[in-house]
């Protein structure tokens, strides 16, 4: 079965940090783009971070500097390193996998989907 499961979300303080995982079973992440979306309570899905099968990486401008997107291929796992959050960082966050790009980065459409994992940033 094709899957992606997150996982790394959780309860968090203003100004801590929190690394999520995604992790792919039955397919090789070698040649796909990655990603992370989330969607808060009341608001649509957004686009937080892409990165290409080279390397290339994209950012929301809400996360820029504050969050790292990265992978390892061998692991077939993409990683969202989230420093400094806020609170309005609160969401579902969801990680997403297809073979273009720009279909991810720029569509937010991804051939395949996790099942979300939940960030909450609050005192």
Not at 70 to 96: F, G, H, W
């Amino acid at each position: 079965q094709l899957q992606l499961v997150e996982s790394g979300g959780g309860l968090v303080q203003p100004g801590g940090s929190l690394r999520l995982s995604c992790a792919a079973s039955g397919f090789t992440l070698d040649h796909y783009a990655t990603g992370w979306f989330r969607q808060a309570p009341g608001k649509e899905r957004e686009g937080v971070s892409c990165i290409a099968s080279q390397g290339t990486t994209k950012y929301a401008d809400s996360v820029k500097g504050r969050f790292t997107i990265s992978r390892d291929n061998a692991k077939k796992t993409v990683y969202l390193q989230m420093n400094d959050l806020k609170p309005e960082d609160t969401a579902i966050y969801y990680c997403a996998a297809d073979q273009s790009f720009f279909r991810l980065s720029v569509l937010s459409k991804g051939d395949y989907w996790g099942q979300g994992t939940h960030v909450i940033v609050s005192s």
